[in-house]
């Protein structure tokens, strides 16, 4: 009988906020400092659960993505979404602050192709920052990116050719303004990462195929569920 494969276990680290700096009036960038983070391996745009304490005294934990790692820096970028539990952290946060949290968990894969289109709204942002960046020259990365106004435009490296797409009055967590931009404007691409909304992606997902994007090519991965509560 063969042996089973080890699952690795994720670490906990106990942190202090650094920075935090508002990206747009609905993104906060939170820097987290401490020693530790050099010494472990951070996969591409991973997870971290951040330990908060709950209404009742228990714990909770909230998931968010890792937008880069550099030296003893952890930058997570965090969508205010409401008056949830992480949201209401990433908006009290304060430098200084104790962070606490498990990680890192998950990734998301580095494509070698050549022309990449990434489909997300703001959840899946700090995902596609860290792949454009990955990428860099090496590839063309397109994103057509739902925000909820204007303001909310994330800031994307150098070279991506984004359009952001303006929810206004346009019930968040539907995939219906992604896939009207991509009917105006037929993709060319030979890979595609599609995040957001978890029953959304998956329809994107599979529209793509119409347009020569076929599943072994889309990488999806939901950040929350419109019919639960959000996991940050």
């Given amino acids: 009988m063969s042996t089973p494969p080890r699952i690795a276990r994720t670490e906990q680290f106990s942190l202090a906020v650094g920075a935090v700096e508002s990206l747009s009036p609905r993104m906060r960038r939170i820097t987290l400092c401490g020693p530790g983070l050099v010494d472990r391996h951070w ?13 009742d005294g228990r714990e909770l934990r909230r998931r968010y993505t890792v937008r880069s790692v550099v030296d003893d820096a952890l930058i997570i970028d965090a969508v205010l979404h409401g008056h949830g539990p992480g949201s209401s952290w990433a908006q009290g946060v304060a430098v200084g ?11 998301v894969p580095l494509t070698s192709a050549g022309r990449v289109l990434a489909l997300t709204d703001e959840s899946g942002l700090p995902a596609i920052g860290a792949v454009a960046e990955a990428l860099g020259a090496s590839s063309s990365l397109t994103v057509l ?35 009207a931009a991509i009917e105006k404007t ?28 076929g599943r072994e090519a889309v990488y999806a991965k939901g950040y929350w569920n419109l019919n639960s509560r959000p996991t940050r």
Avoid at 188 to 206: K, N, P, Q, W
């Fill in 186 to 213: 037929p993709p060319r691409s030979d890979f595609a990462y599609v995040l957001g909304e978890s029953r959304a992606i998956v329809m994107i997902r599979d529209e793509l195929t119409r347009f020569g994007i």
């Fill in 43 to 55: 996969p591409l745009a991973c997870d971290i659960a951040v330990v908060l304490p709950g209404s």
């Fill in 97 to 107: 602050d104790p962070v606490s949290f498990f990680g890192p968990r998950g990734e």
């Fill in 145 to 179: 990116a739902e925000v909820a106004n204007p303001e909310e435009r994330y800031p994307l490296p150098d070279g991506v050719d984004v359009t952001w797409i303006v929810r206004a009055e346009h019930s968040p967590g539907t995939p219906d303004l992604l896939l």
